[in-house]
């Protein structure tokens, strides 16, 4: 079930690193935003279809189900491909890049110096949420 209808918005991080997860969740948080984390691409996978979130951060490095099918399992089923999906990754190469927009993720960040602002402008872009500075 979509989420358009409540005001806050869910974001549903998925990043194996816990120190990356909780430095987003915080930055996001403080948005207003709703933010769940998952562990791992599986426990991602299971998120996204019991919560339909309103975005998607997506890891690519991940054990066992990288970000890449994590992104190909949800765009494929009809009850979650509509979730934007923004690839977040130390993954930078052109071809990791061409790959994750063409599973469908709306945008792909390559984690650097700028990478935190970056994000939080794209997803402020995608109107969910205003900045009140």
């Known amino acids: 079930m979509p989420n358009s209808a409540k005001s806050t918005k869910t974001i549903l991080i998925v990043e194996d690193s816990p120190t990356q ?3 987003l969740q ?13 562990v791992n691409g599986r426990v991602g996978i299971r998120l996204a279809q019991e919560v339909h979130p309103d975005l998607i951060i997506l890891d690519v490095q991940m054990p066992e189900v990288n970000g890449y099918e994590v992104a190909r399992t949800l765009k494929a089923s009809t009850d979650t491909s509509d979730i934007p999906i923004i690839m977040f990754t130390r993954q930078d190469t052109p071809e990791a890049v061409q790959l994750g ?3 469908g993720a709306v945008d792909y960040i390559p984690k650097d110096a700028f990478a935190h602002a970056v ?10 949420f205003e900045d009140d500075d």
Not at 119 to 128: P, S
Request: proline share 0%; net charge neutral.
């Open 21 to 23: 997860a909780v430095h």
């Open 26 to 38: 915080s930055a996001l948080s403080h948005k207003g935003l709703e933010v769940l984390c998952a």
């Open 101 to 103: 927009l063409q599973i």
């Open 119 to 128: 994000l939080l402008e794209t997803i402020r872009q995608m109107g969910l």
